[in-house]
C-alpha cells in the first residue's frame, strides 16, 4: 500500500490541464492507470490511519471524467484528484475530503457541505439556544491552528424565524459548516503528508462529536435513532 504521493501524480495532472482533450488522454492512459493505482493506495492507506480514531464506512475516490451535460466547460477531464472518506451513517455525522492539485491548490475539507433542510434548522435551533459549546471549540488553541473559522455560504441576514439581533446570528445564518485546510506541492510530496492529514482530520473531532450529538437528539436532548 503507497503511503505517499508520487510526484508524478502533479507532474501528470500539470501535463492533463495542458493537453485536456480525448486524444491526449488516450494516448497517455497507462500512464494515467499506474498513477491512479498509486494514489487509490494512498487514499486507502490514510484511510487506514483514520480508522484508528474514527469509524469510516466508505472510502469513495472519485473518477477522473467531468459530468459536461449540464456544464458550460466542456472540458472532459478533472485536473485532480479526489476521494471522500464517509463515517458510519447514521451514528456519526459530518464527512473528511482531501483533493489533489497541482499548483498549491491541494487542500482537505471536513464538515457539513449540503446539510438537508431538516438538519440545518435544527444546528440554527441549537445555536439559538446555546452557542457556548460551538464557541468553546471555534476558540480552542489547536483547533484553530489547525482549522481556521467556518468557510462557506451563509444568508446576508437571520433566516426567517430567527431574530437578525441574537448573539450567534453570525452562526445561526451559515448555509454551510465547513472548515478547509490548504497544502502547497511540496508538503503534498512530503514523507510524512498522509500522517499530517490523518493529524488534522483527527483534530477536528470535536466540532464532529459536537455535530453529531446535536443531529442524533432533539432540543430535548432526546435520541433521535
Not at 491526449?24 to 491512479?36: D, G, Y
Not at 483547533?143 to 441574537?166: I, R
Not at 459548516?177 to 488534522?200: Q, T
Amino acid at each position: 500500500m503507497s503511503t505517499t504521493i508520487p510526484k508524478e501524480t502533479l507532474d501528470f495532472l500539470k501535463r492533463l490541464a495542458n493537453n485536456n482533450d480525448r486524444d491526449w488522454f488516450n494516448t497517455h492512459k497507462p500512464e494515467f492507470k499506474t498513477i491512479e493505482k498509486q494514489v487509490k493506495s494512498a487514499y486507502n492507506h490514510l484511510g487506514s490511519l483514520m480508522s484508528a480514531h474514527d469509524q469510516i464506512e466508505k472510502i469513495k475516490i472519485f473518477r477522473i471524467y467531468r459530468d459536461v451535460r449540464f456544464s458550460k466547460n466542456k472540458l472532459p477531464y478533472k485536473t485532480h484528484f479526489g476521494g471522500a472518506f464517509h463515517r458510519k451513517k447514521p451514528e456519526l455525522r459530518g464527512g473528511y475530503y482531501l483533493h489533489i492539485q497541482p499548483n498549491n491548490e491541494s487542500f482537505l475539507g471536513t464538515g457539513f457541505w449540503d446539510p438537508n433542510k431538516e438538519d440545518l434548522y435544527r444546528i440554527r435551533k441549537e445555536f439559538e439556544v446555546d452557542d457556548s459549546e460551538m464557541r468553546a471549540i471555534l476558540s480552542d488553541k489547536s483547533f484553530k491552528n489547525t482549522w481556521g473559522n467556518f468557510v462557506g455560504d451563509e444568508l446576508k441576514t437571520a433566516p426567517k424565524g430567527f431574530d437578525k439581533e441574537h448573539p450567534a446570528i453570525d452562526l445561526i445564518r451559515k448555509k454551510q459548516y465547513i472548515f478547509i485546510k490548504n497544502y502547497s506541492d511540496e508538503e503534498v510530496l512530503s514523507e510524512d503528508f498522509l500522517e499530517n492529514v490523518n493529524e488534522a482530520f483527527k483534530n477536528i473531532r470535536p466540532f464532529f462529536d459536537y455535530m453529531t450529538d446535536v443531529l442524533t437528539t432533539n432540543l430535548n436532548g432526546e435520541s433521535l435513532l
